[in-house]
Every structure is written in C-alpha cells, then in structure tokens.
C-alpha cells in the first residue's frame, strides 16, 4: 500500500462525508436563516424557536435524500472492500 493510495482512500472519504452531509447541513442553515429573519421581523426572540423547524426540515430532508445519501455510502463501501487484494498485493 503506497502513501498515494492513502491519500487517494482518505480524499474520497472526505469527498464523501461532504456530499452526504451537505444536504442536511444546507437544510439546517437555510431553515435557521429564515426563522433568524422571521424572529428579526417579529422581535420574538425565544432561542427554542428554530428547533422544531430545523428538527422538521431535516427529518424531511432525511426522508427525500436518504436512499440517495445511503446508496452513496454503500458505493463506496464496496468499491473500497473491492479493492482490498489490489491494495495488499
């Protein structure tokens, strides 16, 4: 195994981890700007506020982009367990 091949496991782990999380973080960010916007608007200031939304959002965001998010995942996996003998031999 070459410090190459390493890096090359490693840059895919990290891509991965990227675009698997990327929707649900995007989602707790754009749902916590529009709740900051509509507590600015209304000066409710109540921290608890934007839990539940960006709870509700998320699970939703969890439901529509999980088979997605699970099928890259399990990709990868097997791509890496595939290349097992190549990298030991």
Do not use: C, H
């Not at 890096?7 to 782990?13: D, F, K, N, S």
């Not at 916007?37 to 539940?52: D, K, Y």
């Not at 999980?66 to 190549?86: A, N, Q, V």
């Amino acid at each position: 195994m070459t410090p190459e091949s390493v890096m090359t496991i490693g840059r895919q782990a990290l891509e991965l981890t990227l675009m698997v999380s990327a929707p649900l973080l995007l989602t707790a960010l754009i749902v916590g700007l529009v709740v900051s916007i509509f507590q600015a608007a209304t000066q409710i200031n109540e921290m608890t506020l934007s839990f539940i939304p960006k709870l509700i959002a998320m699970f939703l965001v969890m439901i529509i982009a999980g088979p997605w998010m699970i099928g890259m995942m399990t990709d990868y996996m097997k791509r890496l367990f595939e290349s097992i003998p190549w990298l030991v031999g």
